[in-house]
């Protein structure tokens, strides 16, 4: 028995987006449900190897998909023009969100009780849009996501606990955008954290980062620490 994978084809409006569920097939109970939410770039490998991490875990991971089936950038300029559409229209990122939590929840392996979301980069600001809803997840996990407010959600509770991983030298997240994010999670009145990392700039769990000049250089350390941070938030959360 081992982890195993399988291509999930979903639709919302009149798009068709194509996830990759990861599961360990040595167990036939239901399983909490953990989604995973691509960086800038898509849902590429990275995002579908930490749903294959997440298996190991026992959870049923689900790699989504915010661009449509087979859409995938490959230089800074595609991604730009991938990610702008939905930071310029929140509400329908937040309604891809959901499609593919509804999704996620409806696979056979599925427990729709409990549901976690975590995402990367662009994905972390995706899960905290998630939160902000009001959706009924447990919980969501930001890594060294980014934090403008939608600006659709003002007034709104936060139900899920907000766990977000964050380097504090992120150019493209300043310690101001963290005091604010905090300040909105208050006045949501969520559970929240946030883990703020020295000396660490963004992008730090991709071992592929290596541009200081834009800001992105991986760091082992803060890789290894926010993973076991999550892996401790989510036990707790599903408990």
């Known amino acids: 028995m081992a982890v195993v994978t399988r291509e999930v084809e979903y639709s919302h409006r009149d798009s068709v987006f194509e996830g990759v569920l990861a599961v360990d097939n040595a167990s ?13 770039g898509g849902r590429d490998e990275f995002a579908i190897q930490k749903a294959r991490d997440l298996a190991k875990l026992g959870y049923v991971a689900f790699a989504l998909d915010l661009y449509g089936k087979g859409v995938l950038g ?6 730009r023009e991938l ?6 229209d929140r509400t329908m990122l937040q309604a891809r969100m959901q499609a593919a939590v509804d999704t996620a929840t409806a696979q056979p392996e599925a427990d729709p009780t409990r549901v976690a979301a975590i995402g990367f980069c ?5 899960v905290l849009d998630l939160a902000r809803t009001g959706s009924s997840v447990n919980a969501v996990v930001s890594f060294h ?12 509770k936060i139900k899920a606990r907000v766990l977000v991983l964050h380097g504090y030298d992120d150019p493209m997240a300043t310690p101001d955008a963290m005091v604010e994010l905090a300040s909105e999670m208050t006045e949501a009145e969520a559970d929240w954290q946030i883990h703020a990392y020295g000396r660490t700039l963004h ?20 890789d290894k620490r926010s993973w076991r941070s999550m892996t401790d938030f989510l036990a707790d959360s599903f408990a």
């Open 28 to 40: 036939e109970t239901k399983r909490p449900v953990v989604l995973v939410s691509h960086a800038w």
């Open 122 to 126: 662009f994905g972390g600001l995706c």
């Open 83 to 88: 990610m702008a559409p939905l930071l310029e």
């Open 74 to 79: 490959s230089s800074k300029d595609e991604n």
């Open 203 to 222: 992008a730090f769990t991709n071992p592929a980062a290596d541009d200081p000049d834009f800001g992105t250089v991986y760091d082992a350390l803060a």
């Open 145 to 156: 996501g980014l934090f403008a407010a939608p600006g659709n959600t003002v007034g709104r």
